[in-house]
C-alpha cells in the first residue's frame, strides 16, 4: 500500500457518486463509494507517458519472459503477499484500478475520474454530461410530480407589441414643418426547442419570425410626405429561465435577425393632386434581446406572457431603382439611396405560449 501510493497517479471523482467495484465488472460487488470532488489514487501504470509507448514490452514478450523468470524468483524470494498476476493498465480500459479505505485493491469506472496526467492529455479528457450518477431533484418541483406528463421539450411563443421607432425620415428636398408617427406594431412568432445539455428545463433554443410595421407623416412646404415601413425578417433565438418559482418565472432572449423584407414606400403628393410614389429596399440586420414574465397555465394549458423588448439596427443604405417622374421632389431623379443611421428602439408587449 506504501509504494502504491508512493507512484500512484492522482485523479479526482467528476461525478457526484462513483461506486468502487470489487473485480473489474460492472456486476462486481461495490465495496465503496466516492463523492464529487475525492481524489483517488491510481495505479502507476495508468499515467505511463505516451513518448514511452515504443520502449514497453508487447504483452507476448512480457508474457514469455515473466513465465521464464516467474518460478526462480519464486524459489529465491518467496513471499506470498508477492502478487502473482502483475496488473497493467490497458489504454481504453473501461476500469482503473485503485484502492479504497482500507487498502485494497479496488476498481472505478473510467469515464467517472478525471486523471492528472501533467501533460496534454488531460485536455481530452471527457466529462459526462449530464450525470449519469446524479439523482438529485431540482426544485421547484414540477406540481402533481411524480404523476406528471413528461414533455417533449418544445414551446410555441407568440407575442403583440407596440413600441418606439427611431428611424429617421428621407432628406426630402424642402424643410419639414410638422411631423406625425405612428406607433411602432410588431408581431413574433417563436418556435423553440430544450438544448439537450440541459438539466434543469432552462435553456431554449430555436428560431424567430418577426414582423415591424410603422408610418409617418411629415409636413413640407408645399407637399405632404407619408412613409409606410414593413419589415419582415427571421432568425436564431435564445431563451433563458433565469428566475422560476411555482407558476411564475422570468425570461431573458436573445436573438439576431436578419430583415429578409426591409421596404419604405414614400409618397409625396401636392394639395393641388399630383403625387407620386417609390418604394425603397435593403436587407438588415437586427439585434434584439428581451425580459418578460411568464405565468404558466394562465388559460388551461396556455402560458401568458408579458414583457419590454429591445433592438438595434446598424447603419445601411435604403435604395431604389424606380426613376422619378417629378424630379424636384427627390435627390436623384434616377436611382435614388439615403443612409439609415444606427437606432435603438424598445417595445412592450404581450403574448401566450404553449409547451408540448
Do not use: C
Not at 466516492?34 to 508474457?63: F, I, N, Q
Not at 434584439?288 to 423588448?309: C, E, H, M, P, Q
Amino acid at each position: 500500500m506504501m509504494s502504491f501510493n508512493t507512484f500512484a497517479i492522482e485523479g479526482v471523482v467528476t461525478v457526484l457518486e462513483a461506486p468502487l467495484f470489487q473485480t473489474p465488472s460492472i456486476t462486481s460487488k461495490v465495496i465503496q463509494h466516492l463523492r464529487k470532488g475525492d481524489v483517488v489514487y491510481l495505479h502507476p501504470s495508468t499515467g505511463a507517458p505516451e513518448e514511452y509507448e515504443d520502449l514497453k514490452l508487447t504483452d507476448e514478450e512480457e508474457l514469455h519472459y515473466f513465465n521464464a523468470s516467474e518460478e526462480s524468483y519464486r524459489e529465491e524470494f518467496n513471499d506470498e503477499f508477492i502478487e502473482k498476476n502483475l496488473y497493467k493498465h490497458q489504454e481504453g480500459s473501461e476500469f482503473l484500478k485503485t484502492i479504497d479505505k482500507l487498502g485494497r485493491d479496488a476498481y472505478v469506472l473510467r469515464e467517472h475520474i478525471y486523471i492528472y496526467y501533467q501533460d496534454e492529455r488531460e485536455f481530452s479528457q471527457i466529462t459526462p454530461k449530464p450525470d449519469p450518477t446524479d439523482y438529485r431533484l431540482y426544485e421547484p418541483i414540477p406540481e402533481n410530480y411524480p404523476f406528471i406528463k413528461e414533455q417533449e421539450g418544445f414551446r410555441g411563443l407568440i407575442t403583440l407589441g407596440i413600441g418606439t421607432q427611431a428611424t429617421e425620415s428621407y432628406p426630402y428636398t424642402e424643410p419639414i414643418t410638422n411631423t406625425g408617427t405612428i406607433a411602432r406594431k410588431e408581431v413574433n412568432i417563436i418556435w423553440s426547442r430544450r438544448t439537450r445539455f440541459d438539466q434543469d428545463n432552462r435553456y431554449y433554443w430555436g428560431a424567430l419570425f418577426s414582423i415591424n410595421a410603422f408610418e409617418g407623416k411629415y409636413n413640407l412646404e408645399t407637399r405632404l410626405a407619408r412613409e409606410q415601413w414593413l419589415k419582415i425578417g427571421i432568425g436564431p433565438v435564445l431563451t433563458y429561465d433565469f428566475w422560476k418559482k411555482d407558476r411564475i418565472s422570468f425570461v431573458g432572449l436573445t436573438s439576431f435577425v436578419g430583415n429578409l423584407v426591409n421596404t419604405n414606400s414614400i409618397s409625396q403628393e401636392e394639395p393641388a393632386g399630383a403625387s407620386e410614389k417609390r418604394v425603397y429596399k435593403r436587407f438588415s440586420f437586427i439585434p434584439k434581446a428581451a425580459t418578460y414574465i411568464r405565468l404558466d397555465n394562465a388559460i388551461d394549458t396556455l402560458d401568458f406572457v408579458a414583457g419590454l423588448s429591445l433592438q438595434t439596427e446598424l447603419t445601411y443604405n435604403m435604395r431604389t431603382s424606380k426613376t422619378a417622374e417629378n424630379r424636384s421632389w427627390w435627390r436623384n431623379s434616377a436611382s435614388d439611396s439615403y443612409e439609415i443611421p444606427s437606432t435603438f428602439e424598445m417595445a412592450l408587449f404581450i403574448g401566450f405560449q404553449s409547451s408540448i
